[in-house]
């Protein structure tokens, strides 16, 4: 093999021309409600040409689609806390609720074959990518049908089937693993692009800034989603961050902070976002949220911020509540019918999660399975050594 040849296979290829389509052509104004944002919805660093317009439009059917997936989302949250309090979910589990505009937003701007990853407060992203209440339910059960066959539970939800890769546990991990996504996708010249989210606790990681580096030099086509839910665990930005506005951390990365309680705010800069990464470049993209659970179910989550800080949110930035009046005051749907329709999710809710209570769990020599690949590990250590099992099937005290 010659150099260039080693270097060709070596070296992502940087030289994948697109057609340069202006934002202004993505963002195409069409029939229906026009929506208006005030300028500090939006913050930029490093955008020259002002970033996402400060006005949307959207029919009315989408609308009430994007209210009914964050109620949705919302219900499911509330149903997990009482089978966890119940202890028919185990593990770590961590809820969305309070940051449902930020899934929710982000889907309604992203095309088909875009991919997604995530930490592990992911049950809202699982939704939105296409898995349903009943699958998300069973995997958080530990049965079979769930998407891991209840092997990953809560934090390990994963739809491959939409470009979903979870669901991860450690801390800023998924980071380097979307760069490599985003890498992919400029290999293969395909036009997706990649949304990459960590928290604002993940946001201080040395494997995030050599992402970003790596992501800038080949121009990978890559928006880095820090959901600012202003808490890792019981620390807050302030104490954790020299510099608390996660948008401008890119640094030769241009950023936005979005208010993520806004759900058509977080859809008009995902879709500026969309353009910028699919023809420019990686941008980071702040969304300031809040979670009204404490950080996973062991967690109150009211030693570190007060009552009141939750209560205040919950009443002056809702996301849903904002996006319900929206529905219901351009006559979309009558309070009525929305009450109505609300009941019926909620009854929906219950029943997909009761029916995959009632799922059957995996066999137990499957449980082993799917470790490192689909076979019988070679060597599977038991406390007692001596029972350790090699090849699947033969004890070691056998073989002495
Ligand atoms: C590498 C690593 N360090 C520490 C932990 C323990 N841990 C789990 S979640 C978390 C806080 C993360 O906060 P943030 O990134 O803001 O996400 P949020 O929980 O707010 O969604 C920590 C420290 C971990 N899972 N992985
Ligand atoms: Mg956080």
Redesign the pocket.
């Known amino acids: 093999m010659n150099t260039t040849q080693s270097l060709n296979r070596t070296m992502p290829s940087i030289s994948n021309q697109r057609s340069f389509a202006s934002y202004a052509d993505e963002y195409k104004s069409k029939d229906g409600l026009k929506f208006t944002f005030s300028q500090d919805q939006f913050k930029m660093h490093k955008l020259e040409d002002g970033g996402p317009k400060l006005e949307t439009y959207i029919t009315k059917e989408e609308l009430k689609q994007i209210y009914l997936d964050m109620f949705t989302i919302r219900r499911m949250e509330l149903l997990c806390d009482q089978y966890y309090k119940n202890k028919q979910i185990w593990g770590f589990c961590?809820l969305y609720d309070g940051q449902e505009a930020v899934c929710v937003g982000i889907e309604a701007a992203l095309k088909k074959g875009d991919h997604v990853i995530t930490?592990?407060?992911e049950h809202g992203w699982q939704y939105t990518r296409g898995d349903t209440v009943r699958r998300i339910f069973a995997e958080m059960f530990g049965k079979k049908t769930g998407c891991a066959r209840g092997k990953g539970g809560s934090m390990h939800l994963y739809f491959p089937e939409n470009n979903f890769y979870g669901g991860n546990?450690?801390?800023?991990?998924q980071v380097p693993v979307g760069t490599g996504v985003a890498l992919a996708a400029k290999q293969k010249g395909d036009g997706t692009t990649v949304v990459c989210a960590?928290?604002?606790?993940?946001?201080n990681q040395g494997q995030v800034y050599e992402s970003f580096n790596m992501a800038k030099l080949w121009k990978l086509p890559i928006i880095y989603l820090c959901?600012n839910?202003r808490?890792?665990?019981g620390t807050s930005i302030e104490r954790a961050a020299a510099v608390t506005d996660f948008y401008t951390r890119g640094d030769y990365i241009p950023g936005i902070a979005v208010d993520g309680m806004d759900v058509l705010a977080v859809r008009e800069a995902t879709r500026y976002c969309g353009w910028y990464t699919r023809n420019i470049g990686p941008i980071v993209l702040e969304a300031l949220t809040y979670?009204y659970h404490g950080?996973s179910m062991s967690d109150p989550g009211v030693s570190y911020r007060t009552p009141d800080e939750v209560a205040e949110i919950r009443q002056q930035y809702d996301p849903l509540r904002k996006a319900r009046s929206w529905v219901v005051d351009n006559d979309i749907i009558s309070e009525t019918d929305i009450k109505k329709i609300e009941k019926d999710i909620r009854k929906q809710i219950e029943t997909d999660a009761k029916d995959a209570l009632n799922d059957g769990e995996l066999d137990e020599p499957e449980l082993v399975l799917d470790i490192y690949t689909t076979g019988p590990p070679d060597f599977i250590r038991y406390s007692d050594y001596n029972e350790s099992i090699v090849n699947g099937k033969t004890a070691l005290k056998d073989m002495m």
């Open positions: 961590h930490a592990y407060r546990g450690i801390v800023g991990a960590f928290g604002d606790g993940a946001a959901e839910n808490y890792g665990m979670r950080h």
